[in-house]
């Protein structure tokens, strides 16, 4: 029983220690950071259903947050539009080249005249995070679940959720007289956004 209750007090131990190690500090008024753009990813997937779809990824090329006690007062990220790519090892390079350019075109994303997304960070409450994306012109706003995290560098946003871009209007996902099914406006996203402190 003894041998039972010390790897009991072990354990607890060990998770309060992972579990401050991984919250903000809350002591301090203000921290601001920009993003730490390597470290940085956003993967996606769309498509029709369960059974047709692709993914790949989309990289941020800047942005930045302010926090207050450890809270996100603010801040905005943009995002590349020309960076889609398809990452899907079952297709061939070349294939995956044209659905990417397929993407980046006047039938979806029209890089050519929109060739960024605007993200703007609200408010953080119960593990969720008000998020507006600036997709083609339109403010899109959706409450989505993350987790945020203290790092050696700074802090990461990380979360795994559904986006729908429906009023949005992109070109692609509308659908057609006739057609049974069509691309869905809703996307998945795996977010993990590394910001690192302004010094």
Known sequence: MKLFKVLGIATVTAALVSFQ?????????????????????????????????????????????????GVISGGSFIIDLSTIKIVEASLPAAKQESLAEHLKNEEFFNIAKFATAKVTLGEYKDGKLTTTINLLGVDVKHDVPVVIKKTEKGAVISGKFDFDFTSANIPGVQPHEGDTEHISPVFSFDLNLAVKTVK
């Open 21 to 69: 190690y991984g919250k903000i500090d809350t002591s301090s008024d203000s921290a601001k950071y920009k993003l730490d753009k390597s470290a940085s990813t956003l993967g996606w997937k769309g498509g029709k259903n369960a059974a047709y779809f692709h993914t790949g990824v989309v990289n941020f090329s800047e942005g930045s947050l302010t926090m207050d006690k």
